[in-house]
């Protein structure tokens, strides 16, 4: 092995681990500021504050390569988009056949349960939660799930399984039943094209770029179904 490559698989689990301990440490502090019973809004500025925080430490770790590639995305951003926003277009036409396929599994009006707590977070603080999900959460996800397992593994399936199954794994995280493990599967499905779309640019960019639309497209239609009523399946 590579010294180069010893450097990238220690950076890529450096990153893992240090989105683990703060993300377990951040769920920890705002759980002991509901106890204390802060008002909500400072409880969602420290929340919002914290998340910058961490993409911050993230993106100083991965410093050079962000920096090589935004170079890259400016003499290459229209190929990209071009060649990797079908990427997108497929996984988001998978993701509603599976969501439409668990409809008749899982039941009329039942939803994910990290939707549904999106949604209702949403209706308290919805421009917190906005910013969050279209802005924060691709960027962090993608540093983490793609970026760091892009550096750990060099085969290509091996990476974009991973890489999409534990984005997948994540978003269900205390499941009250198994069926909401089900939902793993178009959560994951989009997870496996942004990893796909990284291996063969090689660009973080070009994922986080697509995971923004993904975010806000999914978003508008969030506020859709809140403000119209109804369900949607996304």
């Excluded at 092995?1 to 220690?10: G, H």
């Excluded at 809004?41 to 998340?51: D, E």
């Excluded at 590639?69 to 400016?74: A, G, I, M, P, V």
Aim: with cysteine; glycine share 6%.
């Amino acid at each position: 092995m590579s010294q180069k490559r010893l450097i990238n698989i220690t950076i890529g689990i450096s990153v893992i681990i240090l989105f683990l301990v703060l993300t377990a440490s951040r769920s920890t502090l705002i759980d002991q500021l509901h106890l204390l019973q802060f008002p909500s809004i400072w409880i969602n500025f420290i929340s919002s504050i914290s998340i910058i925080a961490i993409i911050g430490l993230i993106c100083f770790i991965f410093r050079q390569k962000l920096k090589q590639d935004w170079y890259d995305l400016k003499a290459n951003h229209s190929h990209y988009f071009k060649t990797y926003l079908p990427y997108w277009l497929i996984a988001l036409a998978l993701m509603m056949a599976s969501n439409f396929v668990l409809f008749f599994i899982v039941g009329d009006g039942d939803i994910a349960e990290n939707e549904q707590i999106i949604r209702e977070t949403f209706q308290a603080a919805p421009i917190m939660v906005y910013f969050s999900v279209v802005f924060f959460a691709p960027l962090l996800e993608e540093l983490v799930f793609r970026g760091a397992f892009y550096y750990i593994f060099q085969h290509k399936w091996l990476f974009v399984f991973l890489s999409g199954f534990l984005f997948g794994a994540v978003h269900i995280i205390g499941a009250s039943d198994y069926t909401q493990l089900l939902f793993i599967v178009p959560y994951a499905i989009p997870g496996f094209a942004f990893a796909l779309a990284l291996y063969h640019s090689k660009n973080f960019y070009v994922p986080i770029g697509l995971h923004f639309i993904h975010n806000g497209v999914v978003m508008a239609l969030q506020i859709l179904v809140i403000f119209v009523g109804g369900d949607v399946i996304t």
